[in-house]
């Protein structure tokens, strides 16, 4: 996926009203990756993943400059993300140089 993309992707997320309750995985990966998220692992069998970047270590809530994700565990709804990581999501997008500021 191309950072442009993502960047419209992720300001389609952050603008929504209400903010969205579940976020698809793959969509996640790619968008988080594009926008210069690094993977550092996935853990758990494939049900959570860490990502890093640079402007997440300004904030408090990330400790280390990490994002802890998770996948939803429900019967038919493993390729999304939970509420919870939702947001963490959300506030980690609002959080970085290329989005923040539009």
Same mark, same amino acid.
């Given at each position: &996926?191309s $950072? =442009?993309?993502?960047k419209k992707i992720a300001h %389609?997320?952050?603008?929504q009203s209400?903010? $969205?309750?579940s976020l698809?995985?793959k969509?996640?990966?790619d968008v988080?990756?594009?926008? *210069?998220?690094?993977?550092?692992?996935? #853990? =758990?069998?494939?049900? *959570?993943?860490?990502? =890093?970047h640079? !402007? %997440?270590k300004?904030?408090?809530?990330?400790?280390? *400059?990490? &994002?802890?994700?998770?996948?939803?565990h429900?019967?038919?709804?493993? !390729?999304?993300? %939970?509420?919870g !990581?939702?947001? #963490?999501?959300?506030?980690? %997008?609002?959080?970085?140089?290329?989005l923040?500021?539009e």
């Amino acid at each position: &996926m191309s $950072p =442009e993309k993502a960047k419209k992707i992720a300001h %389609l997320w952050l603008s929504q009203s209400p903010k $969205p309750n579940s976020l698809d995985v793959k969509e996640v990966v790619d968008v988080l990756t594009a926008l *210069g998220f690094s993977l550092k692992r996935k #853990v =758990e069998q494939d049900t *959570g993943y860490i990502f =890093e970047h640079s !402007s %997440l270590k300004t904030d408090p809530n990330f400790a280390f *400059g990490a &994002m802890y994700i998770f996948v939803n565990h429900a019967k038919n709804k493993k !390729s999304t993300i %939970l509420i919870g !990581s939702v947001k #963490v999501i959300l506030k980690a %997008l609002s959080l970085h140089p290329d989005l923040k500021n539009e």
